[in-house]
């Protein structure tokens, strides 16, 4: 069955779309400064761990095999950095891409 939107026509591909909220609710900010401030989330950080998704990594550690400590796969908090695969990552993603 070919996706259709509500004009009948074929859909455009599926977009990743970033949407976070503070603990009371408000939205975040986003940084893409080499050091992200520590009120703001990392785009460059959130973007690759939701590529992981994308590549077949489903689920965050430390659900997953081969989590290691800094994974992209794992929950990143308001300022942090997760922007280098580690071994673990690139072992999950090599296991899915043989």
């Known amino acids: 069955m070919e996706c259709q939107d509500v ?6 591909p ?3 779309v970033f949407m976070a909220v503070d603990g009371s609710g408000g939205p975040v900010k ?3 400064a080499a050091n992200t401030p520590a009120d703001a989330y990392d785009v460059i950080t959130v973007a690759i761990h939701e590529w992981g998704h ?3 990594m489903f689920g965050h550690c430390p659900r997953l095999s081969n ?3 800094g994974s992209v796969m794992g929950g990143s908090s308001i300022g942090e950095q997760r922007r280098n695969l580690t071994a673990g990552d690139i072992a999950r993603i090599r296991a899915l891409f043989p």
Do not use: F
Not at 7 to 12: F, G, L, S, Y
């Open 30 to 32: 986003w940084s893409l």
């Open 7 to 12: 004009n009948t026509q074929p859909c455009e």
């Open 14 to 16: 599926p977009l990743i």
């Open 54 to 56: 994308v590549l077949g």
């Open 67 to 69: 989590c290691d400590n």
